[in-house]
């Protein structure tokens, strides 16, 4: 059973209000489809769509649930907000993690913007800076 509550909060802008759903596989489905309304918007209003992700691991389930949403994804241009200076090989790149669960099924028509060269070599050091 899905429990949904929308709470204001006098302390918060009024376009800015706190969802809850009653598990977390709900919760990602609904938040791929709200996202996935937006990029329509966008789409017909601009012809193309910008999604800038966090990566990182809480993400999974919302990038695998809209990777399936039905939209024309060659319009659609995936970009991340973060990354870590690591080659795509490696487990802890972001991009590799939005690759993997975001662009497959009908989204690997999307285009993907990496912040990291496709080139960086095996031994970079991820500490360093991934752009400069």
């Known amino acids: ?3 949904e509550s929308h709470d204001a909060a006098p302390d918060r802008p009024a376009e800015v ?3 809850r759903r009653s598990d977390a596989g ?5 938040l791929a489809a709200h996202l996935a309304d937006l990029l329509r918007e966008a789409l017909t209003e601009r012809g193309r769509a910008l999604l800038l ?12 649930a809209l990777s399936r949403a039905d939209l024309d994804w060659h319009r659609v241009t ?3 907000v973060d990354e870590r200076c ?7 790149s972001n ?13 690997a028509a999307a285009g993907f913007i990496g912040l990291v060269p496709e080139d960086l070599p095996e031994d970079a050091d991820p500490e360093a800076p991934a752009a400069q």
């Open 1 to 3: 059973m899905t429990t």
């Open 17 to 19: 209000r706190l969802t």
């Open 26 to 30: 709900t919760l990602a489905r609904d």
């Open 53 to 64: 992700v966090s990566g990182g691991r809480s993400p999974i389930p919302l990038f695998e």
């Open 78 to 80: 995936v970009s991340l």
């Open 86 to 92: 690591v080659p795509i090989s490696h487990t802890d």
């Open 95 to 107: 991009a590799a993690l939005v690759r993997q669960h975001l662009l497959q099924g009908p989204a």
